[in-house]
């Protein structure tokens, strides 16, 4: 028998979404595939909460939509805007230094959110609008924090700046609620092992008409994740090369059960299994990573390891002694955080039994927790809440 995994992604496969994955080849150019490709786009247009943009989808992971998003937006040399806060957002700026575009980057503590304040003084401050782009990581998973990315609309807005605003919702998006239209998101990354609940294997990309219009003069290189291949080709059910037909099959499926359960549901149960993880974590006197509880992650949970513990060796431990997954501390908090993943379909049940498997890996490697404290907390949280 195989237990939860508890970690930001891959998350658990719903046996639905596994069984829709599981099916014969099918002809990808044959006129069943136009029962599987046209439902799923516009059913990821829906989760985005977009009816003006369009949605393409690229047999690969997050990590390709954020190449596609800065490949077809953007040319060599291009002044980008973006804030180092985490490793997803540090990765992201790495890669737009390879491509040679031009970063300005704000360094935040790890455990912040992304320097609204500071954006808003450099957008303001660009009057002759040097600045193509602005990255925003919308759900910061090395450090279990959440970004407003109303509020970075908001001061776009305020300066009156007609950057394209790119966002990671990798982590975040059919997990926490995201609103594409709303809030003038240009490119939305995500991929299908988070909130979809599907295997890693697809890159789940929003594009606005704005974001389209800009493809048409970008001059970086592209051709695996160029958005006019997919964009000519998926009106009629068509793809630029071989799709992954089971995992689209399984993304139909997965916009089919979150719609069935509606997506303020969804947000609202992700919401509430989190704060069931937090009040364990503060039974245990552990701090969390996000500096603040407007700041904290409805789909993973950072949490403070004390000093002299290593928090990679207690996952590591956790794995080889019960057999159950936690996340690892990456890059600068390495070794100082562990993180419980709360996305997908993880249950009280399930959300109960990974707090009891922290608390006796904890005890195992000497950190000084009430063996069930954290569980009761959480179990006096579901009882008053559920």
């Known amino acids: 028998m195989t237990n939860p995994v ?27 595939f136009k029962e599987i490709l046209p439902p799923a786009l516009a059913g990821v247009k829906r989760i985005l909460k977009t009816e003006t943009g369009e949605a393409v989808i690229f047999p690969g992971s997050g990590t390709g939509g954020w190449e596609a998003a800065i490949s077809n937006c953007l040319s060599p040399g291009d002044k980008v805007l973006a804030s180092d806060f985490g490793m997803f957002s540090r990765k992201w700026i790495d890669m737009c230094n390879r491509h040679g575009l031009d970063l300005q980057v704000v360094t935040a503590p790890w455990g912040q959110g992304l320097p609204v304040d500071d954006f808003a003084t450099i957008l303001a401050a660009d009057t002759t609008h040097e600045i193509k782009a602005v990255l925003a990581t919308h ?82 290189p592209r051709f695996y994740f160029d958005f006019r291949d997919m964009l000519a080709m998926n009106p009629s059910a068509g793809y630029p090369y071989t799709p992954s037909v089971g995992l689209l099959n ?103 039994a990974g707090i009891a498997t922290a608390e006796m890996a904890m005890a195992d490697m000497g950190i000084g927790v009430t063996p069930g404290a954290g569980t009761a907390a959480a179990q006096t949280y579901f009882c008053k809440n559920g």
């Open 6 to 32: 508890f970690i930001p992604g891959p998350t658990n496969i719903p046996e639905r979404i596994r069984k829709a994955c599981d099916m014969p080849t099918l002809d990808h150019r044959s006129t069943a």
């Open 139 to 220: 759900n910061e998973t090395a450090t279990g924090v959440r970004s407003d990315i109303a509020a970075l609309r908001a001061a776009m807005d305020a300066a009156g700046h007609p950057a394209l605003l790119l966002v990671d919702g990798v982590s975040s998006i059919a997990s926490m609620d995201f609103r594409m239209d709303e809030w003038g998101v240009d490119v939305a990354v995500t991929g299908s092992q988070k909130g979809f609940m599907l295997p890693a294997g697809l890159a789940i990309v929003g594009i606005s008409q704005k974001a389209i219009s800009a493809m048409e003069t970008a001059k970086l």
């Open 250 to 352: 399984g993304l139909k499926t997965a916009i089919d059960m979150l719609e069935a359960e509606g997506l303020e549901n969804v947000f609202a149960r992700h919401a509430y299994i989190a704060e069931g993880v937090r009040a364990a974590v503060r039974a245990w006197h552990l701090p969390i990573c996000a500096a603040s509880p407007d700041l904290y992650s409805d789909t993973v949970t950072a949490i403070v390891v004390p000093n002299g513990i290593d928090g990679n060796a207690l996952v590591a431990h956790a794995e080889t002694r019960y057999d159950t997954s936690f996340g690892a501390g990456l890059g600068d908090v390495a070794g100082k955080v562990f993180r419980i993943g709360h996305l997908g379909v993880l249950t009280e049940v399930q959300a109960l």
